[in-house]
């Protein structure tokens, strides 16, 4: 009777690797982050939007190598994932800027110069929409109506809405946000 | 003595101008003097150009002082406003008289916001005090089809916009079989022009819970959420404070008010897609996934949240219902025009001298609000245009603007009364830009799920950039048209339905600002 191979004498078995941690990528504070807010919310009926800003609120933004992740935690396909992420304009999938600054572009800000003031904005902070200052403090957004449509034109740095907003405000309002951490 | 009464705005629009620095300084300047101030936070009075507006509360009476800003608080003081009957204080700069003497404020209706501006939102017992929850407890003396039944008689018709009736909305989910119901309160306002929901949910997000709660009760639902867009931060605390409060004194959860039954509530954030503010797409947002349209049939009202039947209504048509079952529906029925019945609370913005949120009966007309509340521009420029019902609504010239505010009578002009907002722009506004960036705003925003929305908005924007530039206007002129149609008919919801509106609206009465440039050409 043959004897069972030993692993002494077989050939070394071939192996095909199986990523099976996804978002290795991950900082390990990140990932804990992550994993953190999926544990706390996978629950929830349509939970994954919470997830998502709970994850955004955390880390600043929505790293692409959170999405497998939180795939596997929600037990969705990366793509359902990704599709959400990129779908809604609020979670950002680009690093950058300690403060978030969101000037408003909608009609009732328009009435009231939004346009010269966006190109102020751009110009000031030489940057384009979606992107990051030099220095990391501001990061600049679009977005349509902060619903301070009576006293336009209107901005949000992070959480405060700030009305009737001149060039020398948005100056004022920037200087002190890089002032800040 | 008791401490003085003073009220400064907690309301997003008053904090955008000044008015935590505002507070900040009354609380400081009353304790160097020695005088004892209970400071109030209220919602807004929605005298939004007065803003921080102060008022002092003297014998019963609120006095008003606006803008004040924290620079002007130690001269309060010191002329005396403290003591109304100083008459220094009277004449001060920035003192407007009582309060509710105030024109502005004094030949309004209002019904749903009732208590905004004048109650503490975070105070469940204040706001039993002004009437709260006598709505609710008259809708537990009834039987669900009765609730309904009150709703469906008060004529009150979705506040968002579209106008469906919302008793036959409710009827609908009441007769719809299900062991799990949802109310579903659509507080994505993302109509720029807007802020009655905003104002709202931040000055009495009670009445809210209660016109929700009602809702529950009618339709024999057990679960709700609130879709709250993320740029208003402070809506969602003001709410979520409510809603902790009112599961404290049993106005939510497993037994309300001691009648058994039960109904859950709870916020949710949006994330910036104006689409989400379309039912549907909200609905799907709801459960976590991308915000894209659905088809109807099936109506949300039969399978709608997760496929059960599902109320969802506009956060002020919620907010109207508590009045409705307090005072009757006939009480209700009785202010406003034709088909449209009860309030509307009208949002003036742009470019306007006094904006602010105005709720009147239906049928007055554009011009009384523009100039009688509004006062004109804010530039002192002629007022050219106004549109009306947000970025989907029409632009409006002069020569309309005595149409009554009424459903059906904007229907006719080919515009929309909607949400209530009123953008005013004056003689410096290139109507050919605005109906450009309409398509530009519909090919941002569109969910993707129809070509015309989709790939037209795109297009438009090209058709519209060639037309202005003059290159073969007239073709160009035809080929927007034929777009338009495209849109109209070719799109599952409004967003890529209703974009025309603005664009051809820009196109038919401000014909000559799509030429500006051929013509250009030509005189050079």
Known sequence: MA???????????????????????????????????CARLKELPGG????????????????????????????????????????????????????????????????????????????????????STADGAIRLEPVYCLGNCALGPSLMLDEQIVGRVTPERFDEVVSQARGSR | MSALKVFVPRDAAARSVGA????????????????????????????????????????????????VQAADVAGLFAAGFADAANPAAARHSKALGPTEEIAYLKSQQRLTFARVGITDPTSLDDYLAHGGYRGLAAALALKPAQIVESVTASGLRGRGGAAFPAGIKWKTVLGAPGDLKYIVCNADEGDSGTYSDRMLMEGDPFVLIEGMTIAALATQATRGYIYLRWEYPDAKRALEAAIQAAYAANYLGGNIQGSGAR????????????????????????????????????LPALAGLFGKPTVINNVITFASVPIILDRGAEFYQHFGMGRSRGTLPLQLAGNIKRGGLVEIAFGSTLRELLYGYGGGSLSGRPIRA????????????????????????????????????????????DMAQQARYAMEFCAIESCGKCTPCRIGST?????????????????????????????????????????????????????????????RKASA
């Open chain 2, 20 to 67: 935590d620095a505002t507070a900040a300084a009354l609380a400081a300047e009353a304790a160097k003097r020695g005088i004892e101030i209970d400071l109030v936070r209220n919602g807004s009075r929605g005298l939004l150009w007065l803003e921080p507006l102060v008022e002092v509360e003297i014998a019963g009476r609120r006095y008003a002082y606006g803008p």
């Open chain 1, 3 to 37: 004897k069972p191979p030993t692993s002494s004498e077989s050939p070394p078995r071939r192996v095909i690797p199986i990523k099976v941690e996804p978002a290795s990528s991950l900082k390990a504070e990140e990932r804990a982050a992550v994993l953190a807010a």
């Open chain 1, 48 to 131: 994954l939007l919470p997830i998502l800003h709970a994850v955004q609120e955390a880390l600043g933004w929505v790293p692409p190598d959170a999405v497998p992740l939180i795939a596997r935690e929600l037990n969705l396909s990366i793509a359902e994932v990704h599709g959400v992420v990129s779908f809604y304009h609020y979670f950002r999938s680009t690093p950058g800027g300690r403060h978030v600054l969101h000037l408003c572009r909608a009609e009732a800000c328009q009435a009231l110069g939004a346009a010269g003031l966006e190109a102020h904005a751009k110009a000031a902070l030489g940057i384009d929409f979606h992107a």
């Open chain 2, 386 to 429: 106004v549109q009306v019902g947000g970025p989907l609504g029409a632009y409006l010239p002069e020569s309309q603007f005595d149409t009554p505010l009424d459903y059906e009578a904007f229907a006719e002009i080919k515009g929309m009364l909607g949400h209530g907002g009123v953008v005013a722009f004056d003689d410096t506004v």
């Open chain 2, 459 to 519: 297009r438009g924007v090209e058709v519209i950039d060639r037309l202005i530039a003059g290159e073969n206007a007239s073709a160009q002129e035809t080929l927007l048209r034929d777009l338009c149609e495209t849109l109209t008919y070719g799109s599952l919801c409004a967003l890529g339905g209703l974009t025309p509106y603005p664009v051809l609206s820009a196109l038919n009465h401000f014909p000559e600002d799509f030429v500006q440039s051929e013509r």
């Open chain 2, 263 to 298: 109904f859950d509530l709870e916020v949710r954030m949006g994330a910036g897609a104006y689409i989400c503010g379309e039912e549907t797409s909200l609905l799907e947002s709801l459960e976590g996934k991308r915000g894209q349209v659905r088809f109807k049939p099936p």
